[in-house]
Nanobody, 126 residues
Framework: QVQLVESGGGLVQAGGSLRVSCAASGLSFRRYGMGWFRQAPGKEREFVVAISWSSSNAGYADSVKGRFTISRDNAKNTVYLQMNSLKPEDTAVYYC???????????????????WGQGTQVTVSS
């Protein structure tokens, strides 16, 4: 059974930094592209960033470019999201997800992802 578990969320002041992690189990992690999405209250889930299985490619939403960085450690079956210069509008539940197919690149489309974590809350105060 594939399982994704996010951690590292919390409360941070605007301008601060936070790193969230997503630990995967039950799959050959290194074969799958991974993505981070977020959902704020009253809003639809939106793409944040994604990384290919090989880490050679990554794509970022315009709203987070230059502030957020995705990385992965295949030895630890973990993908990370480093968030710097946080803004109140970054407040949301952050979800990680794994691509449906192996050896895929990054994708911003939620439908390309088959397994999702339970989410971790990130709150940025002004």
């Amino acid at each position: 059974q594939v399982q994704l578990v996010e951690s590292g969320g919390g409360l941070v002041q605007a301008g601060g930094s936070l790193r969230v992690s997503c630990a995967a189990s039950g799959l050959s992690f290194r074969r799958y592209g991974m993505g981070w999405f977020r959902q704020a209250p009253g809003k639809e889930r939106e793409f944040v960033v994604a990384i290919s299985w090989s880490s050679s490619n990554a794509g970022y939403a315009d709203s987070v470019k230059g502030r957020f960085t995705i990385s992965r450690d295949n030895a630890k079956n973990t993908v990370y999201l480093q968030m710097n210069s946080l803004k109140p509008e970054d407040t949301a539940v952050y979800y990680c997800a794994t691509r449906r197919e192996e050896w895929g690149g990054y994708s911003s489309r939620p439908d390309d992802y088959g397994v999702w974590g339970q989410g971790t809350q990130v709150t940025v105060s002004s």
